[in-house]
């Protein structure tokens, strides 16, 4: 149980194009869903908050209309790169929080790996 | 702010011997915190948590991690390890709003 899915795996675009990601949770609900990104050798920085059918909650820094992010059901969260340039090249994961499970773990994604040429 | 530190860029152990991955955090109030292993382009798998409870907890793949209060510490452990077990390695502290806050992350070289 607890499984997190991430389409596409990986991804190659060209600049100025936009690039859409999408996050499920396959075996339960998640109201809230976390957006992460992450270079190489480093660690995950959060970006945003999904929380379903509400808008998302944006970390400081982070260009919400650049990084476009829907959460229209308690199984799916978007991520949708806007206008994408070779600097929004990165690895960016996705976790939804599973309530049912006791504390409210967070479950993760196996990451999107994006590349802009 | 929650945060975590780990001290250790990288850790090189020889198969078969322990394995301890640092690490320290500052919170205010009860610490929630986490470790999880990363392998090459994957995302983050769970390893273990402590919330309250037993100073000692155990995990997943034989790892277990030691909550030291006084040190403010939340170190990793496995008594020998494998091969296997070269990944990059994160500690994590939840905040109240159930964000992670990840510490750098540390390499982990077993050779054979």
């Known amino acids: 149980g607890a499984v997190v899915s991430q389409h596409p795996s990986w991804v190659i675009c060209k600049s100025g194009t936009s690039v859409k990601i999408e996050c499920r949770s396959l075996?339960?609900?998640?109201?809230?869903m976390f957006w992460y990104r992450q270079f190489p050798k480093q660690s995950l920085m959060l970006m945003a908050t999904?929380?379903?059918?509400?808008?998302?909650?944006?970390e400081q820094g982070v260009e919400k209309d650049k990084f476009l992010i829907n959460h229209a059901s308690l199984t799916l969260s978007t991520l949708t790169v806007t206008s994408a340039h070779p600097e929004d090249s990165s690895f960016y994961i996705c976790?939804?929080?599973?309530?049912?499970?006791?504390?409210?773990?967070?479950?993760f994604g196996p990451g999107t790996r994006l590349t802009v040429l | 702010a929650q945060s975590v530190a780990q001290p250790e860029d990288q850790v090189n152990v020889a198969e078969g011997n322990p394995l301890t991955v640092k690490c320290t955090y500052s919170?205010?109030?009860?610490?929630?915190l986490f470790w999880y292993v990363q392998y090459p382009n994957r995302g983050l798998q769970f390893l273990l948590k402590?919330?309250?409870?037993?100073?000692l907890v155990k995990g997943s793949y034989g790892f277990e991690a030691e909550f030291n209060k006084s040190q403010t510490s939340f170190h990793l452990k496995k008594p020998s390890a494998l091969v296997s077990d070269s990944a990059l390695y994160f500690c994590?502290?939840?905040?109240?709003?159930?964000?992670?806050?990840f510490g750098a992350g540390t390499t982990v070289t077993v050779r054979a």
């Open positions: 402590y919330i309250t409870g037993d100073n």
């Open positions: 075996d339960f609900q998640a109201t809230t």
């Open positions: 999904s929380n379903e059918g509400s808008k998302a909650t944006y």
């Open positions: 976790s939804a929080r599973n309530q049912l499970a006791g504390v409210s773990e967070q479950f």
């Open positions: 919170v205010s109030g009860n610490p929630y």
């Open positions: 994590a502290v939840r905040d109240y709003d159930y964000k992670l806050s």
